[in-house]
């Protein structure tokens, strides 16, 4: 499945919220009823870290700013306000349809 | 709590070889499955390869079939990238991650990567 993300660039003030659209190009929904798509974080300078799966769960420590929804082939990944901590790449993930697993390219956000 | 660390990157010219390592603390390491993930310079993340918890199935991203195996020896705790016939487009940082998918792939931990360098 391919996996389209947008924007490419993100620039946002702090404090105010943000948006990131990941689109699959097959249905993420499996017969067992769950959707399989996953954010991840990437900190300048870090590896990638794993924020959401199955599209809402927040993974442990993740502040409930970060905010998962969509399903079938649409996703969101929301930031209500953002943080300077917040700056990196994000990347959304589908593990449903492989080989092989795909990535999203990726959005970068940045504090104007 | 849950570590991978990768090992084994460096400098190589195109046409040589080179195994990675990665090394899994704070958990059963032969009940999860293993992927290594890469992303070149400045680029996204590609899927490389992935092992069954038990090393009974193997899958290689296109880019690599052929040339890269992937293997795990789980009284070392430890998973295994062998690269061979490497070429400029490998460079890249190769990222181990842990599987705790059923009946998907879900990539919970990653370690924090060795960056392999491929020279003409």
């Known amino acids: 499945a391919v996996m389209t993300q947008s924007p490419v660039s993100l620039p946002v003030t702090l404090g105010q919220p943000a948006s990131i659209s990941c689109r699959s190009s097959?249905?993420?929904?499996?017969?067992?009823?769950?959707?399989?798509l996953n954010w991840f974080q990437q900190r300048p300078g870090q590896s990638p870290r794993r924020l959401i799966y199955?599209?809402?769960k927040r993974d442990s420590g993740v502040p409930d700013r970060f905010i998962g929804t969509g399903s079938g082939t649409d996703f969101t990944l929301k930031i209500s306000r953002v943080e300077a901590e917040d700056v990196g790449i994000y990347y959304c993930?589908?593990?449903?349809?492989?080989?092989?697993?795909?990535f999203g390219q990726g959005t970068r956000l940045e504090i104007k | 709590q849950v570590q991978l660390v990768e090992s084994g990157g460096g400098v190589v010219q195109s046409g040589t070889s080179l195994r990675l390592s990665c090394e899994g603390s704070?958990?059963?390491?032969?009940?999860?499955?293993m992927h290594w993930v890469r992303q070149s310079p400045g680029k996204g993340l590609e899927w490389v390869a992935v092992i069954w918890y038990d090393g009974s199935k193997t899958y290689y991203g296109d880019s690599v079939k052929g040339r890269f195996t992937i293997s795990r020896d789980d009284s070392m705790n430890k998973l295994y990238l062998q690269m061979n016939s490497l070429r400029v487009d490998d460079t890249a940082m190769y990222y181990c991650?842990?599987?705790?998918?059923?009946?998907?792939?879900?990539?919970?931990?990653w370690g924090q990567g060795t960056l392999v360098t491929v020279s003409t």
């Open positions: 993930m589908q593990g449903l349809h492989w080989p092989p697993i795909t």
């Open positions: 199955e599209v809402s």
């Open positions: 991650a842990r599987d705790r998918g059923v009946r998907a792939v879900d990539l919970d931990y």
């Open positions: 097959q249905s993420l929904l499996y017969s067992d009823g769950i959707t399989y």
């Open positions: 704070g958990y059963r390491f032969s009940g999860y499955g």
